[in-house]
């Protein structure tokens, strides 16, 4: 059974930090480029940030750059999200997706498959 699986979430203080994981079963992410999304409430799912399949080429909108970092390893079958110096406005669910091309997209409609999600709130 394919399958992708985010944790790591939760509740964290503005200026903390968090990883969230993507670990994959059923498929090997070797051949997949990965993106992070998220969903605030009451606002359409947004790209953050992806990885192309070799992990050379990433890409993070403005809001994040400098303060998220997204990596893998294939040997783990795992995607990562560090997220550092949160903002309330970070707040959301997050979901990673895989995508067989090569370099990875921001569009959501390049993917092929998708987690269930993971809450993030950042909150004092």
């Known amino acids: 059974q394919v399958q992708l699986v985010e944790s790591g979430g939760g509740l964290v203080q503005p200026g903390g930090s968090l990883r969230l994981s993507c670990a994959a079963s059923?498929?090997?992410?070797?051949?997949?480029?990965i993106g992070w999304f998220r969903q605030a409430p009451g606002k359409e799912r947004e790209g953050v940030s992806c990885i192309s399949r070799s992990g050379m080429a990433t890409y993070n909108v403005d809001l994040v750059k400098g303060r998220f970092t997204i990596s893998r390893d294939n040997a783990k079958n795992t995607v990562y999200l560090r997220m550092n110096s949160l903002k309330p406005e970070d707040t959301a669910v997050y979901y990673c997706a895989a995508d067989s091309a090569y370099l990875c997209s921001q569009s959501s409609s390049s993917y092929d498959y998708w987690g269930q999600g993971t809450q993030v709130t950042v909150s004092s």
């Open positions: 059923g498929f090997s992410l070797d051949y997949y480029s």
